[in-house]
């Protein structure tokens, strides 16, 4: 199905509009149409060969996270798996994944600062594996560095030895414009064969604050990977922004008005947004966890060397007789 054609369906315009409204939609659509020439299986094959080029670069995680919960002088500790999917962004093994996650204090903050008074919450990983492509091998990673302010963390694999990674580049974006297509590459679970495929929507409106960011005509809710257009080109990232400004009147009530505004109701006035950020502070934000990760290397490495060796059991493992 083409892109304006997935288009029209989404929005609804009239397959035969007339008047000052058909005009309009005229306009409307024409920037959009696809180049002068290029046919539906022009526009599949170049689909196709985005999905091919940039499918090997975004990896499975598996995260097991501890979270700690402390509120009114009691503490509760709890732990779960939990998964999502990666882009590689430098072929030694370093991966940009969405800091949703990991970071509580973000959720709060995309729900205007609501939060329980008194309640403290802290989310760490304690094991995380990674699958490149469709292999079997799940390598180790750690944390190397998080970005609370793009909502962004990365993660380091280990044991990749020589072995160099297919990543995506960012040092050359692409400034979209209102109206243009933008495609997400994603994969599926370990019980789909991690198969690749695509997502697109349309850039719909960009805002100057708190940083420079599109919207979309509807949120992609892979946070963290990258969106291209339809010829490749790098646009940006996925991300949450959070605007900092408290509602006048917190309410934790589940009233209509909160309903309406936690998914995007009322006017555009909803609690938080899925934007698309461009690449040089993703480029900054890469460089820097880049050197951080190598600091963190050195100290895991250092810990593991300073660790006390486990002592044999008598009889080689086995139980000694009474």
């Known amino acids: 199905m083409g892109l304006n054609l997935v288009y029209l369906e989404r929005t609804h315009v009239m397959r035969n509009p007339i008047g000052a409204l058909g005009l309009f939609a005229a306009l409307l659509l024409a920037p959009l149409s696809p180049a002068r020439g290029q046919t539906p299986a022009d526009e599949a094959s170049q689909l196709q060969s985005l999905v091919a080029k940039n499918a090997p670069a975004i990896v499975t995680v598996q995260l097991v996270l501890k979270t700690e919960v402390k509120m009114g002088g009691q503490a509760h500790d709890s732990e779960e798996r939990t998964g999502l999917e990666g882009v590689v962004v430098s072929p030694d093994g370093l991966i940009m994944i969405s800091d949703a996650q990991l970071n509580p204090k973000r959720l709060e903050e995309m729900f205007g600062g609501l939060a329980a008074a008194g309640m403290d919450m802290k989310t760490t990983p304690t094991d995380i594996k990674v699958v490149v492509e469709r292999e079997e091998k799940e390598y180790d990673a750690f944390l190397a560095a998080t970005d609370t302010n793009l909502g962004l963390a990365f993660l380091k694999i280990e044991g990749l ?21 933008i495609v997400l590459v994603t994969r599926l679970d370990k019980g789909f064969d991690y198969a690749p495929f695509f997502k697109t929507a349309r850039i719909s409106g960009e805002v100057a604050k708190p940083r420079q960011a599109w919207l979309m005509d509807q ?16 646009v940006g990232v996925l991300t949450t922004l959070t605007s900092g400004i408290k509602p006048e009147s917190p ?11 936690m998914f995007g109701g009322g006017g555009g006035q909803s609690l938080f947004h899925v934007f698309v950020v461009p690449g040089q502070p993703i480029v900054t934000a890469i460089a820097e966890a880049r050197q951080r990760a190598v ?28």
């Open 251 to 261: 309410d934790l009530s589940m009233g209509i008005g909160m309903m309406m505004r």
């Open 295 to 322: 600091v963190v290397a050195a100290e895991r490495a250092k810990a593991k060397a300073s660790a006390p060796s486990t002592p044999a059991k008598p009889g080689g493992g086995k139980p000694a007789k009474p």
């Open 161 to 181: 030895g020589d072995r160099k990674l297919a990543a995506v580049d960012f040092t050359n974006t692409a400034a979209p414009a209102i109206g243009q297509p």
């Open 219 to 234: 949120d992609l809710p892979d946070l963290g990977l990258p969106v291209f257009s339809p010829a490749g080109e790098v």
